[in-house]
């Protein structure tokens, strides 16, 4: 079957433009996270989605950081008024109830 | 908070040497550890767990054990390859944090093997 898929792999943005990712999970996994993986780091835990519902957003770095699963399915990170720290992968993660969590290839974010 | 602890690398070794790469951690619950593996190019995967106390997670030639006295899982292979090569990251996901259970991990650490 399928894995976590995640689009764009790479993004490069101009300071101050605005960005959306995307990650499809896989199929029938209620929850949905997404990390911030910076160079040479490892990943920091961003927000969690229970189907549709935003749980736990207490990792997004700013106000500038926004996330959507409207339909309990594909979700979205949106960041606006891109920083170049906001440079780095940005991974998204699915599980099915409290089983172990799988992971998409990641968008790379690089801010200009 | 939780935080977890992982052995600096980067780490060289030739092919068939023993590996072991260290991992402690802190937290405030009851964790369940992990250990996943970052090939180039490729997302994160798990290698192996352990749920308890005591509890040796094993796949692919590697083991680690939860030592809850030490804090520590640290993780072990007899005999690496060149197909090992990768990043390896140390993980925790805490009972105590509430029903998310996001995964913290350590800084990882680069292994490269060479034939």
């Known amino acids: 079957g399928a894995g976590v898929s995640q689009s764009p792999r790479y993004k490069v943005a101009k300071r101050g433009q605005d960005v959306a990712l995307r990650c499809d999970p896989i199929?029938?996994?209620?929850?949905l996270f997404w990390y911030q993986q910076a160079l040479g780091q490892g990943p920091e835990f961003l927000t969690y989605f229970q189907n549709e519902a935003q749980l736990d957003k207490s990792g997004l770095p700013s106000d500038r950081f926004f996330a959507e699963r409207p339909e309990g399915s594909v979700s979205t990170l949106k960041i606006q008024r891109t920083q170049q720290e906001d440079s780095a992968v940005y991974l998204c993660?699915?599980?099915?109830?409290?089983?172990?969590?799988?992971f998409g290839p990641g968008t790379r974010l690089t801010v200009l | 908070g939780d935080s977890v602890t992982q052995m600096e690398g980067p780490v060289t070794l030739s092919e068939e040497a023993f590996l072991t790469i260290n991992c402690t951690y802190t937290a405030t619950g009851y964790p369940s550890l992990f250990w996943y593996v970052q090939y180039p190019g490729e997302g994160l995967q798990l290698l192996l767990k352990a749920t308890k106390a005591d509890d040796k997670g094993s796949n692919k030639g590697f083991e680690a054990t939860y030592r809850k006295e030490t804090t520590s899982f640290h993780l072990e292979k007899g005999s690496v390859q060149v197909s090992d090569s990768a990043v390896y990251f140390c993980?925790?996901?805490?009972?105590?944090?509430?029903?998310?259970?996001?995964?913290?991990f350590g800084s990882g650490t680069q292994l490269t093997v060479l034939p």
């Open positions: 993980a925790l996901s805490d009972l105590g944090s509430g029903s998310a259970r996001q995964l913290t």
């Open positions: 993660a699915s599980r099915f109830e409290r089983d172990t969590q799988y």
């Open positions: 199929s029938g996994h209620v929850s």
